[in-house]
């Protein structure tokens, strides 16, 4: 199966009407949740201490959320223009470019 980003443009399939859609589903913001999770755990910051991370395929900011509110500092990046736009009407915490 290819991934989507192989077959055509990322406005084909991260469009304004999906980003919303997959921004508000509360299944995907759990996963995002728990992965940011993980993720964060696999790198065995210092305890306690803000790092500043970089979110590469940040889409909308949901795993930056999570980092925000456990106290660290990040950015994101993503290919997906319409992605980052909702990001920056949620006026997540970190700043958001798009690569």
């Known amino acids: 199966m290819s991934r989507p980003e192989h077959i055509g443009p990322p406005e084909l399939f991260y469009n304004e009407g999906e980003a919303h859609k997959y921004t ?10 728990k992965m940011t999770e993980r993720a ?29 509110q456990e106290g660290h500092h990040w950015i994101g990046i993503d290919i997906s223009a ?3 736009d909702v990001a920056k009407e949620r006026e997540v915490e970190g700043d958001v470019f798009q690569a």
């Open 24 to 33: 508000s589903n509360t299944r995907i913001i759990e996963i995002q949740e």
């Open 82 to 84: 319409a992605m980052l």
């Open 40 to 68: 964060v755990e696999m790198l065995a910051l210092p305890p306690d201490q803000p790092a500043f991370l970089l979110d590469i395929g940040c889409g909308s900011g949901l795993s930056g959320e999570w980092l925000t």
